[in-house]
């Protein structure tokens, strides 16, 4: 059996990687040749513990990587996980996932198999039925059912554990009719993952299984920060003593609770918006959506405040930010809520010291000469009048005393609760930790 995947990102490349390590005939394609060029090399891309380890040893067994279209046309699976980015009123752009599945369909003519084609990229209800099975049968000549299989197949991995997350999901949603290629793909998937639950359902409803649970993890999130702006107001209280309290209660659960400077990368602010426009159109009032959104926007204004309030006015302030990755463990910075911070301060003419172990390269694509990087935490809180801990990279955990002593001002924003337990000499505040003195009653 051999097995296509196409479009080399986070999910197309962990899943290209942890399938031929196990033994599968796979082709990974991408239309970037030096993106293939370096993947072909055991080079991943971008950052993402475990890959390259795992995409050696794929390399080292059957593992081919193209930019040629033309081999899907061997291909019994084939796995589309193009992007489907965000377009400026908030829907998402299909453009790249519609010319993917054309060239797909194009190959698909001259083809004597009778491929089944699963769609991993996210897309809002309909858009299967809508848009890409009339791409497919009217480029491949083909019907879809009859001469190739059609699966929505939603991917639910997190960057920084791609890997684990790929060997090991939580369920596997095969979306689409009841037909011979769907039999066979579930019969694929038990084999890969046995004992993991497969939920077979129609297309539209795997689409919307996707935004649901990205939208829950946002609504997870944005209720905890609300939480934790209450809790800024009573004093001593502590929000993870709360948030690690009512994940003990199974209806509630642990993860996705910890208060912070609001969620960001590439998928959960993109999938929330596309839901919410996707509402819109379809005449339900999004309010619940509506308030997450909000409450993650504003997140990011109180951490502007409190500098304010106590720096004054920013200009020329020296603020230092520890961490530009949307979360640890990655070089991802779409979406960072880091990069929005630091925007904003900009904006305000503040001036900006970037440290993250990972993200430095990546930052420098948008701000170039406008900030200042340094790989040292050291230099980057020498002579500045506020450090702003926003991702929960283990380094900051080690911050102590003696850094600090570099500073201008030794005001310590800790959006992660960081050094919470720690006796610092510092002007300290964190989010979800109460402040000494009633602001109410
Ligand atoms: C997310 C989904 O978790 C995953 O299932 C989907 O396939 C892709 O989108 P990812 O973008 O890798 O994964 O990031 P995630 O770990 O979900 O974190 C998203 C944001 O939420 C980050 O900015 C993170 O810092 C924030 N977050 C997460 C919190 O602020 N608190 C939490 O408790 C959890």
């Not at 891309?45 to 050696?56: A, D, N, R, S, T």
């Not at 991917?155 to 095969?174: C, N, R």
């Not at 949307?326 to 925007?343: C, G, W």
């Amino acid at each position: 059996m051999k097995i296509g995947i196409i479009g080399l990102g986070f999910v197309g490349l962990s899943l290209t990687s942890v399938l031929s390590s196990k033994g599968y005939d796979v082709v990974g394609i991408d239309i970037d040749e030096g993106k293939c060029g370096k993947i072909a090399k055991g080079i991943s891309p971008f950052y993402e513990p475990g890959l390259e380890k795992i995409l050696k040893n794929g390399l080292k067994k059957k593992l081919k990587i193209s930019n040629s279209f033309s081999l899907i046309n061997n291909c019994d699976l084939i796995f589309v996980t193009v992007g489907t980015p965000q377009n400026l009123n908030g829907d998402i752009d299909l453009s790249i996932i519609k010319k993917a599945v054309s060239t797909i369909g194009t190959n698909l003519q001259n083809s004597k198999k009778s491929p089944i084609i699963f769609i991993k990229s996210t897309v809002v209800p309909g858009t299967m039925k809508k848009i890409i099975l009339p791409i497919l049968e009217k480029k491949s000549k083909k019907k879809a059912g009859k001469d190739f299989g059609l699966i929505s197949n939603p991917e639910f991995l997190q960057e920084s554990t791609a890997i684990k997350d790929t060997k090991f999901p939580h369920a596997v949603v095969l979306g689409g009719y009841s037909t011979k290629f769907m039999k066979k793909a579930k019969k694929f998937f038990e084999k890969l993952h046995p004992n993991v639950p497969i939920i077979i359902t129609n297309h539209q409803t795997a689409e919307m299984i996707k935004y649901a649970n990205n939208s829950f993890l946002a609504t997870k999130i944005s209720f905890i920060n609300q939480l934790s702006n209450i809790c800024q107001n009573i004093p001593g209280a502590n929000i993870d003593d709360i948030s690690k309290t009512i994940g003990l209660d199974p209806r509630i659960g642990k993860l996705f609770l910890n208060a912070g400077p609001g969620y960001g990368g590439s998928c959960l602010p993109k999938d929330m918006k596309a839901l919410i426009n996707f509402a819109n159109i379809s005449g339900i009032k999004p309010t619940l959506l509506n308030a997450v959104e909000e409450v993650n926007t504003n997140q990011l204004e109180q951490i502007i405040l409190i500098s304010k309030q106590r720096l004054g006015n920013l200009n020329s302030k020296r603020i230092t930010v520890l961490g530009t990755a949307f979360k640890p463990n990655t070089d991802d910075i779409r979406d960072s809520i880091a990069i929005k911070l630091i925007n904003k301060l900009l904006k305000r003419k503040a001036k900006i010291i970037i440290h993250d172990p990972r993200a430095i390269k990546n930052t420098k694509k948008i701000f170039g000469e406008k900030i200042t990087y340094t790989k040292s935490i050291k230099n980057a809180l020498s002579k500045s009048h506020c450090a702003i801990i926003m991702t929960q990279w283990k380094q900051y955990e080690k911050l102590n005393n003696k850094d600090f002593s570099y500073m201008s001002k030794k005001l310590v924003i800790d959006c992660r609760r960081m050094l919470l337990a720690k006796e610092l000499d510092v002007d300290y505040f964190a989010i979800g930790l109460g402040k000494e003195k009633w602001n109410i009653l």
